[in-house]
């Protein structure tokens, strides 16, 4: 139950920019598994005809599953089918890090999984055993974007050369061209990083961070260029007032683009009391500013007395004007005490601070909900427990159903949904690794 809250929603607010700052500052065809696809294995090595041996085929179909350890490194684990109860992935192998950003033509593409500067692209092989296929490397080690469109162009960002998206072919990997953005705008004019990469077509949106420290700004500031002749475009922003924590929130994959051509753009919104909320953007087919008359902040819509934590995350269209999100939807009470008993936020103290934030970071607060692009409504998918906002996982979807997850104190797996009837389900659990996603190498994300 929300109860409301005794001071100020202006100084909470305030406070909760600083707190914000901190949370943002992570089938085979063959019956046999073994057997490799593409025929029988006598179809595999030389013939009469052609002496040279035939390479078995990797795997086109299945999921990877990806788990965080206890000492922070991944496993990860393929299977061919979803599991239907639970499924353990103790036994996968064990990277330093995992993180896809993309899967593309049945590929993963991420940062380097043993740390070194830059980025794999990984392949499932014939035996279902995870293959890097190829690298490109990176000046800075710290670069983390890459994204893919299709079989033909993906981009990247070097953060060694912040003002350059570098552009690279998915199907060879390698690199093909680079794009000057230093005419994009960024308060005052420092480097940006690029936070996603989101495909319209031949233009990408980019919204930008500094590159230093990550270095947010008063308002959602998005860089555009168009792929198909290599050139900045231009920018579009939407306005803040005050300094605040606006970044981007959608979720893996794209999946941003509606039938009309309209392009959606998440973002966490303003929160230092002076009523700027997550938002959902809009920039319309034709266009490529973000529209001002469109204002859809899905947590007030969903429950206008959350102010405490006011955001919104995982962000996916569907259909028919139809989308998926996690929202956070009730304030906390342990937190809501701890900040009454002190009088105020400004009378806190760094330990109860460091309180509050341990609390809004696992506390399960969020459910997932349909969202209506073009009605504005946000309506909580039932059957589904509720969850912390920033909770493990990612969406996938597979034969026509999305796949939600659910990582609790209680649970850790993931929810099927079926946009077709509105009805979740538990698909199936999650041991041996704490949950960080599942990727369909069947789609193209």
């Known amino acids: 139950m929300i109860r409301n809250m005794k001071f100020s929603p202006i100084s909470l607010n305030s406070f909760f920019v600083l707190l914000l700052v901190a949370l943002f500052s992570a089938c085979s065809s063959s019956d046999d598994p073994e057997a490799p696809i593409g025929g029988n294995d006598d179809d595999i090595g030389a013939t009469d005809d052609d002496p040279t041996p035939i390479e078995p085929e990797n795997r086109t179909t299945g999921f990877v599953f990806i788990g965080t350890t206890t000492s922070g490194s991944a496993l990860v684990e393929y299977v061919e089918e979803l599991p239907t109860g639970t499924i353990d992935i103790s036994g996968g192998t064990d990277f330093p890090r995992f993180f896809p950003t993309s899967v593309a033509e049945n590929a993963l593409f991420l ?47 070097d953060r060694a050369t912040s003002d350059v998206i570098t552009v690279f072919n998915p199907t060879t990997f390698e690199v093909t061209g680079t794009i000057d953005m230093t005419a994009g705008f960024v308060p005052d004019d420092i480097g940006q990083r ?12 980019a919204p930008v961070r500094g590159n230093i420290n990550g270095e947010s700004f008063p308002s959602f500031i998005v860089h555009q260029a168009n792929l198909a002749t290599n050139t900045f475009v231009g920018d579009t922003q939407r306005d803040g007032n005050g300094v605040s924590q606006i970044v981007s929130l959608n979720s893996f ?39 001002p008359t469109y204002v859809f902040e899905p947590v007030r819509v969903l429950n206008p007395a959350n102010i405490f934590l006011p955001t919104f995350s995982d962000f996916t269209y569907i259909s028919n004007g139809r989308a998926i999100a996690r929202v956070n939807a009730e304030t906390p009470q342990e937190a809501i005490d701890i900040v009454t008993a002190a009088g105020g936020v400004q009378n806190l103290s760094d330990e109860q601070i460091q309180q509050i934030l341990g609390i809004l970071f696992t506390a399960e607060s969020a459910v997932w909900c349909e969202l209506d692009v073009n009605a504005l409504t946000v309506t909580p998918i039932q059957g589904i427990p509720a969850l912390g906002i920033f909770a493990g996982g990612t969406v996938f979807s597979s034969d026509g159903e999305f796949y939600l997850p659910v ?36 789609n193209t994300n």
């Open 111 to 157: 940062p380097r999984p043993d740390e070194s500067p830059g980025f794999s692209k990984y392949v499932v092989n014939a035996d279902g055993e995870l293959e890097e296929e190829g690298v490109i490397v990176t000046v800075d080690p710290t670069s983390f974007r890459m994204a893919v469109r299709d079989a033909e162009m993906g981009v990247f960002q």
């Open 194 to 205: 690029y936070q996603r990469f989101m495909f319209r077509g031949d233009d990408v949106f």
């Open 253 to 291: 994959g794209q999946s941003l683009v509606d039938e009309a051509g309209n392009f959606y753009l998440a973002d966490a919104g303003n929160i230092n009391g002076e009523g700027v909320f997550a938002r959902l953007n809009r920039v319309n087919a034709g266009s490529n500013e973000i529209d």
């Open 407 to 442: 990582a609790t104190a209680a649970e850790n797996g993931y929810y099927r949904y079926n946009p077709s009837t509105g009805a979740a389900e538990k698909a199936f659990e999650v041991t041996g690794a704490g949950l960080s996603g599942v990727f369909n190498i069947a």
